[in-house]
């Protein structure tokens, strides 16, 4: 079963931390790129950061930048978005995103130009509030 699951979602008041974890079950991905999307309410999906199979990173949200920064450990199989000086723009569900025939990161969120992603997890709810 190919399963990509989200965690470390919560809730936490501006100006702190936290860190997601996205993790892969059923095929290996260290030779995907893997992306991080969000979606506020009522707005639309926002691309945020992807890494490569080589592990480029490309940043695809002037908002996070200096803020966000994605990483990953092939061995466990998982992708993490570490967010820091979290603000209250930055509540949204959080999806990570990969294909098997996409290895480098693509995209443009002003465009909405992304390459075809098949597997989704199903999200994971950031809510920064004071």
């Known amino acids: 079963q190919v399963q990509l699951v989200e965690s470390g979602g919560g809730l936490v008041p501006p100006g702190e931390s936290l860190r997601l974890s996205c993790t892969a079950s059923?095929?290996?991905?260290?030779?995907?790129?893997i992306y991080w999307f969000r979606q506020a309410p009522e707005k639309e999906r926002e691309g945020i950061l992807c890494?490569?199979?080589?592990?480029?990173?490309?940043n695809f949200a002037d908002s996070v930048k200096g803020r966000f920064t994605i990483s990953r450990d092939n061995a466990g199989n998982t992708v993490y978005l570490q967010m820091n000086s979290l603000k209250l723009e930055d509540t949204a569900v959080y999806y990570c995103?990969?294909?098997?025939?996409?290895?480098?990161?693509?995209?443009?969120?002003?465009?909405?130009?992304?390459?075809?992603?098949?597997?989704w997890g199903r999200g994971t709810q950031v809510t920064v509030s004071s």
């Open positions: 890494i490569s199979g080589n592990n480029d990173v490309r």
């Open positions: 059923g095929f290996s991905f260290d030779h995907r790129a």
């Open positions: 995103a990969s294909d098997p025939l996409v290895t480098a990161c693509t995209g443009d969120n002003d465009l909405n130009i992304f390459p075809p992603l098949n597997h």
